[in-house]
């Protein structure tokens, strides 16, 4: 199983999509401790959404179309009362 994930931080607001073939808690972990050079410095970060796909490729994609323009509205509408009631 392959997970795309958004990571919103909890200081910032600002939103991190990723990939992972693991379990996405233990992927937070790392996000979290610094040891993903992308949100290194960043944290700390919550898991606000998750997907699980049967094959790597459509996990990647995925993740791809999540961090253009598209996908970040994307993101916006499917978690629209997630973010109204955290007044975001």
């Not at 919550?46 to 509205?73: P, Q």
């Amino acid at each position: 199983m392959y997970y795309t994930y958004v990571l919103e931080g909890q200081k910032t607001k600002n939103l991190y999509a990723g990939f992972t073939p693991d379990d996405v808690y233990h992927r937070s972990l790392k996000h979290n401790a610094g040891l993903v050079p992308s949100t290194k410095n960043r944290g700390p970060w919550n898991v606000i959404y998750y997907e699980a796909h049967l094959s790597r490729d459509d996990a990647l994609r995925r993740e791809a179309y999540f961090k253009t323009t598209d996908g970040k509205r994307a993101i916006r509408l499917m978690l629209r009362s997630y973010f109204r009631k955290n007044n975001q």
